[in-house]
């Protein structure tokens, strides 16, 4: 599956009603994230069955200042509508490769239940 340009609109219901999302803030006249586009683009063909989208912070600032994207291209992983995953900076193939393999193996579920468990002790 290709890379896909989401809006604010379209924000929430494609993080909820996707297993795995991965979200690329960029914007046009950044090198860096001209620059990671490529390897976000090979990522999105090698694993279809994980949506790639793209927020362009210049044309949804309200989204970015909403995700407090505070440098790009910032990359966040959500995994059954939970954020799991959130850095800033172009990341190089193998470790993109190495966060999609990561998030697959995350048992987010087990995690919230962990963390439910903790904050009742």
Not at 37 to 44: E, G, I, K, N, W
Not at 71 to 86: A, E, H, R
Not at 94 to 98: G, N, S
């Given at each position: 599956m290709a890379t896909q340009d989401?809006?604010?609109?379209q924000f929430n219901d494609t993080i909820n009603d996707n297993d795995i999302v991965l979200v690329d803030f960029w914007?046009?006249?950044?090198?860096?994230?001209r620059a990671f586009?490529?390897?976000?683009?090979?990522?999105?063909e090698k694993h279809p069955d994980v949506v790639h989208a793209k927020v362009d912070t210049e044309a949804e600032q309200a989204l970015a200042q909403a995700a407090?994207?505070?440098?790009?291209?910032?990359?966040?992983?959500?995994?059954?509508?939970?954020?799991?995953?959130?850095q800033a900076g172009a990341l190089p193939p193998?470790?993109?490769?190495?966060l999609v393999q990561k998030?697959?193996?995350?048992?987010?579920?087990?995690?919230?239940?962990a963390q439910d468990d903790g904050a009742q002790a």
């Open positions: 989401i809006t604010a609109e914007a046009s006249w950044c090198g860096p994230c586009a490529p390897t976000f683009s090979a990522s999105s407090d994207i505070r440098s790009i291209p910032t990359l966040m992983v959500f995994k059954k509508g939970k954020l799991v995953f959130n193998a470790a993109l490769e190495d998030v697959r193996e995350f048992d987010v579920d087990a995690a919230i239940a």
